[in-house]
């Protein structure tokens, strides 16, 4: 690759990087003194803007530079760059923070609903029971009406005489009307029921097709079934590894920049 095209690259790289760190950064800053945001944002962006031009300073002017100023640039460099991460780590942390609460609430939503639903389908498995019993009792008088007959012989002809109970079958009609009233009652009530638990199953489907929210958590929740570690602990570790790859490699690459730019100066001063 050409030595000048290859420079560009690197100073576009580390523009971007250094860009895009420094505005997470803010922001992720900006959330944890969110009182004073405005202040914040202001500090944090010539915090930033300052510890690209001490890493340029430091590269460029090394040699002059005595042990105490050295000394100084290095440790506020370092200072920065470890502040820069934490406002990284707020920001991206924050982030999954919003996902996670959304699908924590999702869940206690559908647990609830559950829960609903799981009471409203016992009270309707009561109900069937004793219309269950019920119909049965219907059977047993109806067939009770149906053979309600008694026999006794006439003293005037003495024929035997085949006749019904009148006690009996409104002994028997009364208890089936009740019946028939409860079964009704019954109806309604597991009618309404079943509405209730379709309208809760409805509700659940709702919450649970929140895909956004899934497909966004999806590859943290197979990294913790893969690592066996929390969900938490996964997203832990990654943004750790992003804080301190982040913001070092920024300022490595401003660096790289600076001294790849120096080779391409240096080489035409030497032609000339």
């Known amino acids: 690759m050409n030595k000048k095209l290859l420079s560009w690259l690197i100073a576009f790289c580390a523009i971007g990087l250094a860009g895009t760190a420094g505005y997470y950064s803010i922001i992720g800053l900006s959330k944890l003194f969110a009182g004073v945001a405005v202040a914040v944002i202001i500090m944090t962006s010539f915090l930033e803007l300052s510890k690209l031009t001490i890493a340029t300073l430091l590269h460029s002017y090394w040699g002059k530079l005595n042990n105490v100023s050295k000394s100084y640039f290095v440790i506020s460099l370092i200072t920065l760059s470890i502040l820069t991460s934490i406002g990284i780590y707020g920001m991206l942390s924050s982030g999954y923070k919003n996902v996670s609460n959304q699908l924590e609430l999702n869940e206690f939503q559908t647990d609830m609903l559950t829960n609903r639903k799981t009471s409203y389908q016992e009270q309707l498995d ?72 379709f ?44 804080m301190f790859v982040f913001d070092p490699l920024a300022i490595a690459l401003v660096i790289a920049a600076n001294f790849s730019f120096e080779q391409i100066t240096n080489k035409k001063k030497t032609l000339t």
């Open 126 to 197: 009561l109900y069937s029971e004793e219309k269950s019993s019920i119909n049965s009792s219907i059977t047993d008088l109806q067939k009770g009406l149906s053979n309600n007959k008694i026999q006794y012989i006439d003293n005037t002809t003495g024929q035997l005489v085949n006749t019904t109970s009148s006690n009996n079958r409104k002994s028997f009609e009364k208890q089936l009307d009740k019946l028939l009233e409860r079964k009704d009652q019954i109806n309604i009530k597991t009618d309404s029921l079943n509405s209730k638990i």
């Open 199 to 242: 309208k809760i199953e409805e509700e659940i489907f709702k919450v649970e097709s929140q895909v956004e929210v899934k497909n966004e958590l999806g590859p943290l929740k197979y990294l913790s079934q893969l690592t066996g570690q929390s969900m938490d602990g996964v997203v832990n570790w990654l943004l750790l590894i992003i």
